[in-house]
């Protein structure tokens, strides 16, 4: 059974970096992609970025490129997000997900697996 954990998520300073993860297990195929979201309060879910686990690709939300970025350890199974410069509309809930392709997409509904979520709360 796929489970996926995030951790990281806190609180901080407007301009503070963070880097949140995702440890991924009961995996039993290895073409898939990681993607990350958040959910504000009052707001839909929204995509963050991705990333192709065999062939490390990536694709981000453009309001976020330059600021976030998305890595893997292959030997932990873990993804990370790296986010820099945070704001204070940057405060979510940050949740990793799984979808079996090779394809990265920004549509939450096509993700087969989700994390719990991790609270991250900027400060001005």
């Known amino acids: 059974q796929v489970q996926l954990v995030e951790s990281g998520g806190q609180l901080v300073q407007a301009g503070d970096s963070l880097r949140l993860s995702c440890a991924a297990s009961?995996?039993?195929?290895?073409?898939?992609?990681m993607g990350w979201f958040r959910q504000a309060p009052g707001k839909e879910r929204e995509f963050v970025g991705g990333?192709?686990?065999?062939?490390?690709?990536?694709r981000y939300a453009d309001s976020l490129k330059g600021r976030f970025t998305i890595s893997r350890d292959n030997a932990r199974n873990t993804v990370y997000l790296q986010m820099n410069s945070l704001k204070p509309e940057d405060t979510a809930v940050y949740y990793c997900a799984l979808d079996r392709s090779a394809y990265i997409t920004s549509r939450a509904v096509i993700y087969d697996y989700w994390g719990q979520g991790t609270q991250v709360t900027v400060s001005s």
């Open positions: 990333i192709v686990w065999s062939t490390g690709d990536t």
């Open positions: 009961g995996l039993t195929f290895s073409n898939y992609v």
